[in-house]
């Protein structure tokens, strides 16, 4: 088979890789509750903005509730190819949990997708057994390839028991980002980046993300534009704007020059949505689940 082939094959049926997919679902499996870092854009009440999405989980589930939701869900949806972790917290700093959930669908459903979304501090370390389970689609959400933005946009990260703060902190998330998505690739596993755009912080510093992201060989780049929420550390720091839509839709553009594979159809979902994926210019501030996870 072809590598143009293999990933055809990887994507025909996972609608967030591919927009035309759109006639498939995926399953979000809250298993995840803690997290390594503290984003400055987040607030844990709500949810993991891994994937920008300040939502709720309604209730995080053990791996076996989890895979009892796959089975009760995929049995009325018989369009749900894809079975993904993002949440609420990072899916790799509850490994155990995320290794278990995903161990337990590969064994129901062997043709799933599994999806794995994460921050990457604790990518490089977890690489075997994603492999081993035949995950072939992560997201590493990187805000910032220079340590100091990024020092910007997190409080603080905890790796090996230590915790590390400011430019220290910076310089090892960008590390353990880029050393995880590298190793990824080689193990031919699809990788999607995405960037939380946030404005006055890493807005203007998105295209150069792009061009090392396009170097490296990742699939496809999906910028995010944050939400602001309250409770968060940016809220309190008076940073609350959205960013521009022109601004982005510029960004975009302009990283689609780069020759960059760009995702337009994000539907920012909660760590439990269930269903197909709907753009975010149709949601209309709906969430796009179609049940909850009770
Ligand atoms: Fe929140 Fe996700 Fe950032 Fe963790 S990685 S702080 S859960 S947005
Ligand atoms: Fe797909 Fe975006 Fe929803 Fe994740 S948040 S499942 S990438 S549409």
């Known amino acids: 088979m072809t590598v143009t082939t293999k990933i055809e094959k990887l994507i025909r049926k996972h609608p967030c890789y591919n927009k035309n997919a759109k006639d498939y679902g995926r399953i979000h499996l809250p298993v995840a509750p803690k997290c390594n870092v503290l984003c400055n854009f987040c607030n844990r009440k709500y949810d993991c903005s891994n994937e920008s999405r300040p939502g709720v989980t309604s209730q995080v589930l053990t791996p ?10 995929r049995e009325k949806l018989p369009y749900l190819t894809v079975a993904g972790i993002a949440g609420p917290g990072d899916p790799l700093a509850n490994a155990e949990k995320t290794r278990q959930t995903f161990n337990l669908i590969r064994k129901i459903y062997p043709d799933m997708h599994l999806c794995l979304s994460t921050n990457g501090l604790s990518l490089p370390e977890n690489i075997d057994w994603i492999e081993k389970l035949g995950i072939k689609h992560v997201t590493v959400t990187v805000n910032g390839i220079d340590p100091a ?10 790796k090996d028991g230590k915790v590390y703060k400011n430019r220290e902190m910076a310089e090892l998330i960008i590390e353990n980002q880029i050393k995880g998505i590298r190793k990824l690739l080689s193990r031919n596993i699809l990788v999607k980046v995405n960037t939380v ?25 999906n910028v995010i534009p944050m939400i ?4 968060t550390v940016f809220w309190k720091k008076g940073i609350k704007k959205t960013p521009q839509k022109e601004k982005l839709k510029k960004i975009k553009n302009e990283l689609e ?27 209309k501030n709906k969430f796009i689940t179609v049940a909850s996870s009770n």
Do not use: W
């Open 257 to 283: 020059k780069l020759g960059l594979k760009i995702m337009n159809h994000c539907g920012r979902c909660r760590a439990d949505a269930v269903g197909r994926v709907r753009g975010e210019q149709k949601r």
């Open 64 to 73: 076996k509730e989890a895979a009892l939701k796959t089975i009760f869900y």
């Open 149 to 158: 933005i990024v020092e910007n946009i997190y409080s603080f990260a905890v």
């Open 197 to 221: 755009m946030i404005p006055g912080i890493n807005d203007n510093h998105i295209i150069e993300i792009g061009k090392f992201m396009k170097e490296l060989g990742i699939y496809i780049y």
């Open 228 to 231: 602001p929420v309250e409770g």
